[in-house]
């Protein structure tokens, strides 16, 4: 399997001025447990646009949570408050949602967004991580690991509520997100299948195609199956699905390629069928940009 992204430009889009219609932190359609609700353990007051009374901490099982796409909840502009404060929120952001809010998402791996860039609800900002004061045992290789969301307004805690229209939570209860966000991509219809190696790169301006594009291939040859995806918001995964005759056979799934502050332009993925057996074939072609993986395409072709 071959995977090929170019850097590019996202871009800038207009912030929301009124009380913001708050969104679950995490991918659409995952269900998340809420470790520790309002003014528990370290969710105290520990002053202006640090008011933690009313923050929250998220995390699924074990590990999973590592590593996943942190999103807005509302629309708003960045603002990076530190990269090192491991005694206590660890790499951090806020999102000034105008009128006096602001959110604060903290313990991150990384940030993938600059100081003062706008966002939209369910744009990645984030990954993620371990950073900063945590404890905890569910995931061995980082201990403590979760998702830290919180509420100001005029540098006092809120209740972010309702959010994925959830009021009154409880720790111990699992919570389902509905951040769906905007669109993060666009796809126009690029997807083929050939027998010719993948060719392209900087001589190109970073366009890829592949020769003998068909429908037909001979016992024996590999069969690419090439797509791009354009104008990319945020970070993102490929997966392929492979059936012949119409049964399943077998799946892969790319790792995430992380959308840094200036975002992708262009994305492309080739992988590769290695000397499949007579019959029709399809392959199925999913990405995921947070939410779980969706179909964009598929290409069906026969080998003789």
């Not at 796409?69 to 990076?80: M, N, T």
């Not at 429908?215 to 012949?244: D, P």
């Not at 790319?254 to 029709?280: I, R």
Request: hydrophobic share 40%.
């Amino acid at each position: 399997m071959h995977l090929f992204l170019f850097l590019g430009l996202c871009s800038v889009t207009s912030v929301a001025l009124a009380k913001p219609d708050l969104k679950l932190p995490f991918p659409d359609g995952e269900s998340w447990v809420l470790t520790r609700a309002y003014t528990t353990g370290t969710h105290t007051n520990y002053g202006t646009w640090a008011d933690d009374r009313y923050a929250l901490d998220f995390v699924e099982a074990g590990c999973l949570s590592m590593g996943k796409p942190v999103l807005a909840a509302a629309d708003g502009v960045v603002e990076v408050q530190s990269f090192v404060d491991q005694s206590g929120y660890g790499i951090n952001l806020l999102i000034n949602h105008g009128g006096g809010y602001k959110s604060r998402y903290a313990h991150l791996a990384s940030i993938a967004v600059p100081n003062g860039k706008a966002v939209k609800q369910g744009e990645q900002i984030g990954v993620v991580g371990n950073t900063g004061y945590v404890l905890g045992s569910a995931c061995p290789q980082s201990p403590g690991m979760h998702l830290y969301f919180a509420l100001y307004y005029n540098g006092v805690g809120v209740k972010p509520e309702p959010i994925s229209g959830y009021s009154g939570l409880v720790a111990g209860k699992s919570y389902t997100s509905d951040n769906a966000g905007q669109d993060s991509y666009e796809y126009n219809g690029s997807l083929v299948a050939c027998a010719g190696p993948v060719v392209g790169g900087a001589d190109t301006g970073w366009l890829y195609a592949c020769y003998d594009v068909g429908k037909r291939f001979a016992q024996g040859e590999t069969v690419y199956a090439l797509v791009r995806i354009e104008n990319i918001k945020r970070s993102h995964r490929f997966r392929v699905r492979a059936y012949k005759n119409n049964t399943y056979q077998w799946e892969w799934a790319a790792n995430w390629n992380y959308v840094g502050a200036e975002g992708w332009q262009y994305s492309h993925f080739w992988p590769a069928l290695s000397n499949p057996a007579v019959g029709k074939w399809e392959l199925k072609i999913d990405v995921d940009t947070g939410g779980g993986f969706k179909l964009i395409d598929s290409v069906q072709f026969f080998i003789e």
